[in-house]
Each structure stands twice: as structure tokens, then as C-alpha cells.
């Protein structure tokens, strides 16, 4: 059994999550997205919620109900993303946690009409998006930062990588090539990564991983601010 948040740990705190996919528009009907359920970063929020913070969601399109006393400012593309996300940050944030899956290029354009087939192939040219997670952990007045890392291998040296490269307080770490686990799945399993310490939770619910998660990054923001 994993011992809940503690009712209050994030008492008076401003708590900015972002969740779900991208989608990148190829033309009025198409885009470029990915599997993300948005699963984890509702189930953050609710237990953030759940903790005493307020939170404001900045969610990608997803199916599923926002939490309960919960802001959601809903967002399209990565450019979207970044934009309310920095917004929400400026309205005041003790605590950025990104879930997106944030699409990592986009078409360099969107087509105004619909495109039609001609030859045996085609190709798209694409652009990089803007990081989110590194730019609001890159301002002066970055608030404590949490990011995830999903991967198929290698999982600590990548998430180690991201954690100094985007300059984070915390990484959270889960490998998506495991049956049952992940992406779209209730059930998640991960090894949190930060600079003194790790820790590994579940596998388990989403819900009961995230009680779990908001415990440990309260721990560390009293730690780091005492
Ligand atoms: N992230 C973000 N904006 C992006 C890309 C990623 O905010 N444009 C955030 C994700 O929400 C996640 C973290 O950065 O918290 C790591 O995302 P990931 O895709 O694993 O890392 P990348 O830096 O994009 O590296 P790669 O996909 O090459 O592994
Ligand atoms: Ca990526």
C-alpha cells in the first residue's frame, strides 16, 4: 500500500500542469498528434487538488473529465502549449509539472485546402516546436520545475540527461515499452530522478502514483525552500 498525500502539503500553492497530446495541422482535416490519454497530468491534478493547491491544467485535446476545482485552459498545438502554460506561470506558479506529450515537430505549414493524393509518395517538411518544460524552467523566475521522460530504453541516462539539460528540479521517469503500462494505460510504473536522490513508485494505478508523486515533490519543495 503507498501512503496518500498529506491533506494540506501544497496549501497556498499555485500548481500549473500541462497535459495530453499536441496536434499539428497538416491541412483543415489532418494533424500530427500521439497516443497520450492525458491520464497521468488529470490524475497529478486531482491529487495537487487533492493536496490543497490551486491548479490550472493546461491540457491538449482528451476524452477524459477535468478534476474537480480544477482551472482547465485548453490548447491545440505545441505553440499553444507554450504560450498559456507561460501565460498561467506569469499569473503566479510554485510548481510546473509537464505530462504533455508534446508533438516534437510540426509541419513548416499548414495547407489552406485539403490536401489531395497525386503521386505513389509524398513527404512533409517539418520544424521544431518550442520546449514548454525548458522555457519555463529557464526563466529568472522559474517556479520548482517536474518533467516527465517517457522511453523504450536507456531510461535513467536519458532521464538524467533531461533532467540537467532542461535544468529541472525533478524528473519522472517511466519506460512506455512495457505490456500494460504507460501512454494509455490506467496503470503506470516510474523511478523519480533529482539531483540528491531517487525514488521508485508502483507499478500501480495512475491515481494512487500520483497521490504518491505529489507527496515526494511536496517533500522536496519544503526541502529545497527550508
Ligand atoms: N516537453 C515540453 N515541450 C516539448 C517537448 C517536451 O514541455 N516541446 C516536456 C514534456 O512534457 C516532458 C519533458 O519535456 O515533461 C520530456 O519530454 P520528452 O519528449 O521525453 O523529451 P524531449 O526533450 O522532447 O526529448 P526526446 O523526445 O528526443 O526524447
Ligand atoms: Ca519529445
Not at 517517457?150 to 528540479?169: G, V
Amino acid at each position: 500500500l503507498i501512503a496518500g498525500t498529506a491533506p494540506g502539503s501544497l496549501t497556498g500553492k499555485r500548481v500549473v500542469i500541462t497535459a495530453g497530446p499536441t496536434r499539428e495541422p497538416i491541412d483543415p482535416v489532418r494533424y500530427i498528434s500521439n497516443h497520450s490519454s492525458g491520464k497521468m497530468g488529470y490524475a497529478l491534478a486531482a491529487a495537487a487538488r487533492a493536496a490543497g493547491a490551486e491548479v490550472v491544467l493546461v491540457s491538449g485535446p482528451v476524452s477524459i473529465a477535468v478534476p474537480a476545482g480544477v482551472e482547465i485552459r485548453a490548447v491545440m498545438t505545441a505553440e499553444e502549449m507554450l504560450e498559456q502554460a507561460d501565460r498561467a506561470v506569469d499569473e503566479g506558479c510554485d510548481l510546473f509539472i509537464a505530462t504533455a506529450a508534446v508533438a516534437d515537430y510540426r509541419p513548416d505549414t499548414c495547407a489552406t485546402d485539403k490536401i489531395k493524393k497525386s503521386n505513389e509518395s509524398m513527404s512533409l517538411s517539418l520544424v521544431r516546436n518550442p520546449d514548454t518544460l525548458a522555457t519555463i524552467a529557464a526563466r529568472d523566475d522559474a517556479p520548482f520545475t517536474v518533467g516527465f521522460a517517457a522511453e523504450t530504453r536507456d531510461i535513467e541516462h536519458y532521464a538524467l540527461d533531461k533532467l540537467t539539460r532542461k535544468k529541472l528540479n525533478m524528473i519522472v521517469a517511466n519506460d512506455v515499452s512495457a505490456p500494460g503500462l504507460g501512454f494509455n494505460s490506467d496503470n503506470n510504473s516510474v523511478i523519480v530522478f533529482w539531483p540528491q536522490g531517487r525514488e521508485a513508485i508502483g507499478p500501480g494505478p495512475k491515481a494512487v502514483l500520483a497521490q504518491r508523486l505529489i507527496a515526494l515533490i511536496a517533500d522536496q519543495i519544503t526541502e529545497k525552500a527550508g
